[in-house]
């Protein structure tokens, strides 16, 4: 969610975040100005190791700009190391989550695949900045116990997929369709680093005893590219998927977002 957005969606969620939900007590308020901001876009260098200088200097840059830091982490260490470097907000990123997370040490990924409901209330009762709970959140549902355990407000990825807005590719969108929590799998074949996706033939080919390793992100990417795009029987984009597909509808963002706050409010009363 970025600030620079206009138009109703954004004041919906924006109201959403600040909300005044009765659970749970530890829930902290997001930061007022900088409001909404989307995690740094990578830097030409990579990213900057955090409380590094240049990670202080990119922190002043997006605060001077009106723009809150959400640092998505998935372990406490990661977490705490971000707080210190001055993030506003830490995302929790549950292993559920479809996609890319953002693991400081991408070597470490496999080892830190924690689920959310873990991972949530470890992270709340040790910081002192709001937290964002990510991955595996499809429903109202979802985000009535995100609350619950603690979180300032939840991220969306995958519930989102498939609706007009996301625009995603066709065979990507009918993958997701019912797609059961166990047909997503932790895979480095798209890109070198690991991300969750749908279980398809061309990611289970690289899961299989006789594969080669995946190469380093990015050039497992570049590696696999022009073979992907040459060939019609493998998928041409990533199938990010997280663990919460089947919950995925085709409606517009606009109406999942406002069904997913009404169900939360509802179970939250
Ligand atoms: C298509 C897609 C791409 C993503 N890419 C990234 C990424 O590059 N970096 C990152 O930190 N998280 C990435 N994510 C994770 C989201 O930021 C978010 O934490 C996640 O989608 C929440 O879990 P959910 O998918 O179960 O809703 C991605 C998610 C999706 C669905």
């Known amino acids: 969610m970025s600030g620079h957005l206009r138009g109703p969606l954004p004041q919906r969620l924006e109201a959403v975040l600040h909300a005044d939900l009765r659970p749970p007590r530890r829930r902290r308020r997001l930061p007022e100005p900088p409001a909404l901001g989307l995690t740094p876009a990578p830097h030409p260098r990579g990213p900057a190791r955090v409380g590094s200088a240049r990670a202080r200097t990119s922190r002043g840059v997006l605060h001077a700009a009106g723009i809150a830091w959400f640092a998505c982490t998935t372990t406490l260490t990661d977490a705490l190391a971000a707080q210190a470097a001055g993030a506003d907000v830490i995302v929790a990123q549950g292993m559920e989550a479809g996609g890319h997370r953002g693991t400081f040490d991408p070597a470490a990924a496999e080892r830190t695949d924690v689920g959310l409901f873990a991972l949530l209330p470890h992270l709340v009762d040790r910081l002192d900045v709001p937290v964002v709970a990510a991955g595996g959140i499809a429903d109202g549902r979802g985000v009535a116990a995100a609350l619950a355990l603690g979180a300032s407000a939840v991220q969306v990825g995958t519930a989102l997929l498939r609706s007009p807005e996301a625009a995603i590719d066709a065979g990507w969108s009918a993958a997701l369709a019912g797609l059961a929590p166990e047909r997503t799998v932790p895979t480095r074949a798209y890109s070198g680093r690991l991300g969750r996706a749908a279980a398809t033939d061309y990611v289970a080919a690289w899961a299989a005893p006789d594969a080669p390793p995946a190469a380093h ?24 998927a997280g663990q919460s597909a089947a919950l995925a509808t085709t409606d517009p963002a606009g109406e999942i977002v406002t069904r997913m706050w009404a169900e939360a409010r509802a179970l939250l009363a």
């Open 217 to 240: 992100y990015p050039v497992q990417r570049a590696l696999v590219g022009r073979w992907r795009r040459g060939d019609a029987t493998v998928d041409r984009v990533n199938h990010w």
